[in-house]
């Protein structure tokens, strides 16, 4: 159980258009999921909550205008990446849980972003 | 003073070999700790919660010390299979969300 499917895994695209990534709960229903990125060699660090049916809240630093999160059903949740430039291409992960968070977190298959 | 913080790697070992890691953190509010697994170019996976009272796994042996706010990760007998990067993680309850440490590289040699 608890499930998370992330898509595309991986994604080359050119420098000032926008990247779409869908993250999905399968078999449990999320009401907040998380998006995180990480860059080579460095840790996961946490860009944002989405939260199912109200505005995401964005980590400090993170451009909110740029990073567009749509969380519109129980079990979706999507990351845009608008007018992306080459030092977004990084590894972009989405979490979910299906109860507390007492009982860790489930990961998608993350998405690797060029951006050239 | 970072909020996980781990041993630095990477960890050379041959197979066999009895390997422990090492994690302290800040916020002594945090609830739940877990150690997840990390293989290249991959997504994190859990692979143990941590408990008060310590728990095993098989050849995986995890501990907390909530006075001295550290978790250890104690690996025996390791296989080629566990070369990976391991991940300290840290979650102050609810539904908040999970710290990272940098993660402490792993490679096991035949």
């Known amino acids: 159980g608890a499930v998370v499917s992330q898509h595309p895994s991986w994604v080359i695209c050119k420098s000032g258009t926008s990247v779409k990534i869908e993250c999905r709960s399968l078999d449990f229903q999320a009401t907040t999921m998380f998006w995180y990125r990480q860059f080579p060699k460095q840790s996961l660090m946490l860009m944002a909550t989405?939260?199912?049916?109200?505005?995401?809240?964005?980590e400090q630093g993170v451009e909110k205008d740029k990073f567009l999160i749509n969380h519109a059903s129980l079990t979706l949740s999507t990351l845009t990446v608008t007018s992306a430039h080459p030092e977004d291409s990084s590894f972009y992960i989405c979490s979910a849980s299906p109860g507390s968070a007492n009982y860790g977190y489930t990961f998608g298959s993350g998405t690797r972003l060029t951006v050239v | 003073r970072k909020e996980v913080e781990q041993d630095p790697g990477p960890f050379n070992v041959p197979e066999g070999a009895t390997v422990a890691f090492n994690c302290t953190y800040s916020?002594?509010?945090?609830?739940?700790f877990f150690w997840y697994r990390q293989d290249c170019r991959k997504e994190p996976k859990l692979l143990m919660s941590v408990y008060s009272s310590g728990n095993e796994d098989g050849r995986f042996t995890a501990q907390l010390n909530r006075a001295s706010q550290y978790i250890s990760l104690l690996i025996r007998d390791s296989k080629l299979s566990d070369s990976a990067t391991y991940l300290c993680?840290?979650?102050?309850?609810?539904?908040?969300?999970?710290?990272f440490g940098k993660g402490t590289m792993l490679l096991v040699s035949p």
């Open positions: 993680v840290v979650n102050i309850g609810g539904y908040s969300t999970l710290t």
């Open positions: 989405s939260n199912e049916g109200s505005k995401a809240t964005y």
């Open positions: 916020n002594s509010a945090s609830q739940s």
